[in-house]
């Protein structure tokens, strides 16, 4: 199975572990559509920072609101 | 192995096969840096448009300047 875990950057800068079993990324504006293997979805207000597949790693990143 | 083909939507609207096994990828300012599971990079001015990691599946394309 080639699902990936998708991690969020907190506030403090580390990696928390959001959302397993992900099967399907879809940006969409500026939002983040993430669907795990059950068809669950998640949508956040964020940006993809990097992924390594093999590792079945996906970090994002919140999207910074323009002060 | 959990390596993905990348696919660049064409002029046609219809997909190109672009890179394969690819492992890592990392939007960077308005680019896409890709890199194979061999350490080779593609870098383009590109967008991810959906992805299914279940299906080694990553939908791309060009990001398209201001006229």
Redesign the interface.
């Known amino acids: 199975?080639?699902?990936?875990n998708v991690y969020l950057i907190n506030e403090a800068g580390k990696e928390e572990l959001l959302f397993e079993l992900?099967?399907?990324?879809?940006?969409e504006n500026e939002k983040l559509v993430l669907e795990n293997?059950f068809g669950q979805q998640k949508i956040l207000s964020a940006?993809?920072?990097?992924?390594?597949?093999?590792s079945?790693r996906v970090v994002v990143e919140m999207v910074k609101k323009p002060e």
């Open positions: 199975m080639c699902e990936a992900v099967d399907k990324i879809r940006p293997i940006q993809i920072k990097e992924m390594s597949l093999a079945h």
